[in-house]
């Protein structure tokens, strides 16, 4: 239950940072959910203009600085797709390996990110944050519990 949680809420910092790397005109914004995404936090957080474009810079450097790195991690999931193919338990743990650590530069810079964008954020707006935060970690609880739920009554 930790690690789904850990993982929501990576998954939630992930997504505002792309939504907000990704966030173009209004017109393209309606048309995608980053774009829905990125109109929704700004609306809850109530961004002022600098900000949103601050926003957008870090963000954009972060996307920038990540394009390489998930181009490595899509290589090595090829590499290990043939790997595994072969056979070959040395390159499948040395593959492994390497994908652990572009996950975790992966991970870092995301991180590094979301970090930048914390900051600009007035204490009204980090509250904001930490609210929308934790509503997120309740509605999983509530989807694992259902699932948990769910799953049982099919067993049966």
């Known amino acids: 239950m930790k690690r789904t949680l850990m993982t929501l ?10 939504a907000l790397a990704q966030a173009g005109s209004g ?18 957080l109530n961004l002022t203009e600098a900000q949103k474009s601050q926003a957008k810079e870090t963000y954009r450097g972060t996307w920038q600085n990540a394009k390489p790195v998930m181009e490595q991690l899509r290589e090595n ?7 595994i193919k072969a056979n070959d338990m ?19 810079l995301r ?3 979301q970090a930048q964008f ?9 509250a904001k ?3 929308i935060e934790q509503n997120m970690r ?3 609880q509530q989807r694992a519990q259902w699932r948990q739920q769910w799953g049982k009554k099919s067993n049966q």
């Open 90 to 108: 040395g390159k499948i743990r040395q593959l492994a390996a390497t994908q652990g650590e572009l996950t975790g530069q992966l991970t870092a």
């Open 129 to 131: 944050m930490a609210t």
């Open 138 to 140: 309740s509605r999983l």
């Open 9 to 18: 809420v990576a998954a939630c910092a992930a997504t505002t940072g792309l």
């Open 27 to 44: 017109a393209a914004q309606s048309q995608n959910w980053r774009g829905r995404a990125y109109l929704w936090l700004t609306n809850q």
């Open 111 to 113: 991180a590094e990110g």
């Open 77 to 83: 999931r090829k590499a290990m797709s043939e790997a």
């Open 118 to 126: 914390y900051q600009m954020l007035t204490p009204d707006q980090r």
